[in-house]
């Protein structure tokens, strides 16, 4: 047994039932085998079990009261996982299904992601298996506040730097800030993803949705190709999907589909976004209610059946381990020639082994492809630390720039050890040989 099996066995022993964890977890080792192969001090220094373990782990009680006066009672986690090159940043997901093993495979690939920014910036993630659907202003006031009061004392400017995910947008984010600075009576930049009037950066907002179609468009770029007419589905209808549909409109393609929880409309004559936008961002509806307002659209039930679409390009946006196995050899066998990842995780092992095996397809992983959401995060960060605000097309253009330098490094790293166009290796090796370098010469810590 090799020195990444014996790692990857022990993890799953260790950390029992933590499915999506173990996933994870054996998506990035074993890519990396060539690596430590030529280096072997690293086992000896038990990087690798190092690296799988979180530095800390924060678990805690957030009660809050509705607006019957009933009195609820949710989890609460924050992963500290990684600082070798930075302080720990990574997002809150407030959404039912978040439990340990979701929070610890979101923090893993975030060390990895964060490296690859080029950045500053360590790995860590936190939430909640609190729904905020259905809840008033108030309630979620009352749940934001009360996850702060216990929050604050592990998070800090140089320390943590939590941001929004899934169920965590801007008006989360501006209670959970009111709150630290209560509390803390500091304004700093504890939190990325702040309003534009309160310290955060233009452009944050859009960078994840944006940052996929930069480094996608960059692949397409170097093939003589691009996204003109490109036939496009995009999972999700939150934040990193809207702003992928924006960007991939602005540049010629053909968004046909987008989904929800519920299901997914089909558009053929191409999705009108600003629709969208007013049931999603403004009304917070279902998505239902777009083909009631746009003619020629079909509303579906059930999300999967988007995969079946043919299309050019896929983008799945919404959350873990939407694409499987089947829905992936459907689209590959519709001819799929692009699929990028906004979201963390979409795609299950047998879903990313297809991809990768089909000559046709060019597949780009999301700790690289969705990069851009934690890169500008940091460009939040130093413009607070400095007293600054940028410009929107100063912190577009930089972002841009990261994103086309993520995709030469994990193209450059997959070469340099015989993997040429196999993203998944790049991108992990590239994130990992940085972290690595940092935690060697941290010394045993
Ligand atoms: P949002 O909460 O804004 O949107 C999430 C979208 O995905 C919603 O349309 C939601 O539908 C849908 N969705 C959530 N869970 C499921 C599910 N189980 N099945 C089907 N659809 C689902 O989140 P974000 O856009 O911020 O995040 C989307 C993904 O992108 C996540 O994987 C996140 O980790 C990743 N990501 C986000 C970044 C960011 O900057 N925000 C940065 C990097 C990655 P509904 O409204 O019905 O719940």
Not at 88 to 113: A, C, D, M, T
Not at 193 to 222: D, N
Not at 288 to 311: L, Q, S
């Given at each position: 047994?090799?020195?990444?099996?014996?790692?990857?066995?022990?993890?799953?022993?260790?950390?029992?039932?933590?499915?999506?964890?173990?996933?994870?977890?054996?998506?990035?080792?074993?890519?990396?085998?060539?690596?430590?192969?030529?280096?072997?001090?690293?086992?000896?220094?038990?990087?690798?079990?190092?690296?799988?373990?979180?530095?800390?782990?924060?678990?805690?009680?957030?009660?809050?009261?509705?607006?019957?006066?009933?009195?609820?009672?949710?989890?609460?986690?924050?992963?500290?996982?990684?600082?070798?090159?930075?302080?720990?940043?990574?997002?809150?997901?407030?959404?039912?299904?978040?439990?340990?093993?979701?929070?610890?495979?979101?923090?893993?690939?975030?060390?990895?992601?964060?490296s690859l920014t080029g950045l500053p910036i360590g790995g860590g993630k936190?939430?909640?298996?609190?729904?905020?659907?259905?809840?008033?202003?108030?309630?979620?006031?009352?749940?934001?506040?009360?996850?702060?009061?216990?929050?604050?004392?592990?998070?800090?400017?140089?320390?943590?730097?939590?941001?929004?995910?899934?169920?965590?947008?801007?008006?989360?984010?501006?209670?959970?800030?009111?709150?630290y600075k209560r509390i803390c009576n500091e304004?700093?930049?504890?939190?990325?993803?702040?309003?534009?009037?309160?310290?955060?950066?233009?452009?944050?907002?859009?960078?994840?949705?944006?940052?996929?179609?930069?480094?996608?468009?960059?692949?397409?770029?170097?093939?003589?190709?691009?996204?003109?007419?490109k036939i496009t589905l995009i999972s999700g209808s939150g934040n990193v999907a809207i702003y992928a549909c924006e960007k991939a409109q602005s540049l010629g393609a053909k968004v046909v589909a987008m989904y929800d929880s519920d299901g997914y409309i089909h558009?053929?004559?191409?999705?009108?976004?600003?629709?969208?936008?007013?049931?999603?961002?403004?009304?917070?509806?279902?998505?239902?209610?777009?083909?009631?307002?746009?003619?020629?659209?079909?509303?579906?039930?059930?999300?999967?059946?988007?995969?079946?679409?043919?299309?050019d390009v896929a983008l799945p946006c919404a959350t873990q381990n939407e694409i499987d196995g089947e829905s992936a050899e459907i689209l590959v066998k519709n001819g799929v020639k692009y699929v990028a990842e906004g979201a963390n995780m979409p795609s299950t092992l047998q879903a990313i082994n297809t991809f990768l095996q089909a000559k046709q397809v060019?597949?780009?992983p999301a700790k690289a492809a969705n990069a851009g959401g934690v890169a500008t995060s940091a460009l939040e960060m130093a413009q607070s630390s400095g007293r600054l605000f940028w410009e929107a097309e100063k912190v577009d253009s930089k972002l841009q720039k990261i994103m086309v330098n993520?995709?030469?490094?994990i193209d450059e790293a997959a070469k340099k050890y015989g993997f040429e166009g196999n993203y998944v290796m790049g991108a992990n090796i590239a994130g990992f040989e940085k972290i690595a370098n940092s935690m060697m010469a941290h010394g045993i810590v």
């Open positions: 047994m090799t020195y990444v099996e014996r790692v990857l066995e022990d993890l799953i022993r260790r950390n029992p039932g933590e499915t999506e964890f173990h996933q994870a977890a054996t998506e990035i080792l074993m890519t990396l085998e060539p690596v430590i192969n030529a280096h072997p001090e690293y086992e000896k220094s038990a990087l690798l079990e190092r690296l799988c373990e979180p530095e800390r782990t924060i678990l805690f009680r957030v009660p809050w009261v509705d607006d019957q006066g009933k009195v609820h009672v949710n989890k609460g986690y924050r992963v500290q996982f990684n600082s070798a090159i930075g302080p720990y940043k990574g997002g809150l997901r407030f959404h039912p299904s978040v439990n340990l093993s979701v929070i610890k495979f979101l923090g893993l690939e975030q060390i990895l992601k964060n936190g939430g909640s298996d609190f729904d905020p659907k259905g809840k008033s202003d108030r309630e979620i006031m009352a749940f934001c506040q009360s996850f702060m009061t216990e929050l604050f004392r592990h998070i800090g400017a140089d320390t943590d730097v939590p941001a929004g995910d899934i169920g965590v947008g801007a008006r989360e984010i501006g209670y959970l800030f009111g709150q304004h700093v930049g504890v939190l990325t993803g702040r309003g534009i009037s309160y310290g955060g950066s233009l452009v944050r907002k859009e960078a994840t949705g944006y940052g996929l179609v930069y480094i996608t468009e960059e692949a397409m770029r170097l093939r003589g190709d691009s996204f003109q007419d558009d053929p004559n191409g999705i009108q976004l600003e629709v969208i936008k007013q049931i999603k961002e403004v009304e917070r509806r279902r998505i239902k209610e777009y083909a009631n307002r746009v003619a020629g659209a079909t509303y579906h039930e059930g999300c999967k059946g988007i995969w079946t679409i043919p299309c060019v597949y780009l993520i995709y030469h490094n």
